[in-house]
């Protein structure tokens, strides 16, 4: 079992900037990639951005050029470092872990942070 904890979500002016953390706990040796996904209100959850455990990334096109995921290993946690928001980013951003032999989104997901970026 793995446990994923977000923070870093809150309010800011387009062009600003914030960081998300998810930090993970439990089995942590059984998860191949973790990843951001974000839903806004009447929209389905989709991909922003995943690091596999090789350290491979991987942006949806929205998004790249803006936004930075990143691992520490020694912290157990991954971020997200979001520059030049836009209105549209506006969403909940959830923590995805997917572990060995699963796909991309499924097995664990933690509680979701809010960002808002105001025009």
């Known amino acids: 079992q793995v446990r994923l904890v977000e923070s870093g979500g809150g309010l800011v002016q387009a062009g600003g900037s914030l960081r998300l953390s998810c930090e993970l706990s439990?089995?942590?040796?059984?998860?191949?990639?973790v990843g951001w996904y974000r839903q806004a209100p009447g929209n389905q959850r989709a991909l922003v951005a995943f690091?596999?455990?090789?350290?491979?990334?991987n942006y949806a096109g929205s998004v790249k050029g803006r936004f930075t995921i990143s691992r520490d290993n020694a912290k157990n946690t991954v971020y997200l470092q979001m520059n030049n928001l836009k209105p549209e980013d506006t969403a909940v951003y959830y923590c995805?872990?997917?572990?060995?032999?699963?796909?991309?989104?499924?097995?664990?997901w933690g509680q979701g942070t809010q960002v808002t970026v105001s025009s």
């Open positions: 439990g089995s942590i040796f059984s998860i191949k990639a």
């Open positions: 995805n872990a997917a572990r060995y032999g699963s796909d991309l989104g499924s097995d664990y």
């Open positions: 690091i596999t455990a090789e350290r491979n990334t």
